[in-house]
T-cell receptor, first 113, second 115 residues
Framework: KQEVTQIPAALSVPEGENLVLNCSFTDSAIYNLQWFRQDPGKGLTSLLLIQSSQREQTSGRLNASLDKSSGRSTLYIAASQPGDSATYLCAVRSSGGSYIPTFGRGTSLIVHP | AAGVIQSPRHLIKEKRETATLKCYPIPRHDTVYWYQQGPGQDPQFLISFYEKMQSDKGSIPDRFSAQQFSDYHSELNMSSLELGDSALYFC??????????????FGSGTQLSVL
């Protein structure tokens, strides 16, 4: 059964810092990995989707990398802003058995001015 | 662009009552997933549908049932509600079934409070 872990659980940084959020998974036979942002009490907003054959994806100040063999993905946020404050979740879609995305518990990020 | 629509946005029920949550996927999306998220928890998969047929089942209690209709919208029916059912219920949609390499798009969720 796929297990997804996100480290750190919480992060508080001053504005302007470059950040790295980590997502690890136990079964490297994955289909894809998707990063989401969730504001308190709100829905999940898709940030980036990385297919199993890809190494990274970029969107604006966000860059996500994937190392399937080591079971890891990182979300890099450049020049963080207070508006980036949210919980960031990764979801892994395994290619063996159920294809249902499995979520980590997320990293709660606070960027203070 | 149209997104996944969920209704109602908030729902308050008493114990042992029933509730129906609705989900309208993005137009042309044929796959719907239901997730439950407790406070401070990761979303837990409940059930999914592809082309109006149930395609996978997760930790959905027997008191809950769901279906996908001909217009691809889905409803989650919850009976004999318990306090522990209080959570944020998300619907997500995608194209092409679970094996397709497509993004999941989530609705804003229904916040269910059972008193």
């Amino acid at each position: 059964k796929q297990e997804v872990t996100q480290i750190p659980a919480a992060l508080s940084v001053p504005e302007g810092e470059n950040l790295v959020l980590n997502c690890s998974f136990t079964d490297s036979a994955i289909y894809n990995l998707q990063w989401f942002r969730q504001d308190p009490g709100k829905g999940l907003t898709s940030l980036l989707l990385i297919q199993s054959s890809q190494r990274e994806q970029t969107s604006g100040r966000l860059n996500a990398s994937l190392d399937k063999s080591s079971g890891r993905s990182t979300l890099y946020i450049a020049a963080s802003q207070p508006g980036d404050s949210a919980t960031y979740l990764c979801a892994v879609r395994s290619s063996g058995g159920s294809y249902i995305p499995t979520f980590g518990r997320g990293t709660s990020l606070i960027v203070h001015p | 662009a149209a997104g996944v629509i969920q209704s109602p946005r908030h729902l308050i029920k008493e114990k042992r009552e029933t509730a129906t949550l609705k989900c309208y996927p993005i137009p042309r999306h044929d796959t719907v997933y239901w997730y439950q998220q407790g406070p401070g928890q990761d979303p837990q998969f409940l059930i999914s549908f592809y082309e109006k047929m149930q395609s996978d089942k997760g930790s959905i209690p027997d008191r809950f049932s769901a279906q996908q209709f001909s217009d691809y919208h889905s409803e989650l029916n919850m009976s004999s509600l318990e306090l522990g059912d209080s959570a944020l219920y998300f619907c997500a949609s995608s194209l092409g079934g679970e094996r397709a390499n497509e993004k999941l798009f989530f609705g804003s969720g229904t916040q269910l409070s059972v008193l």
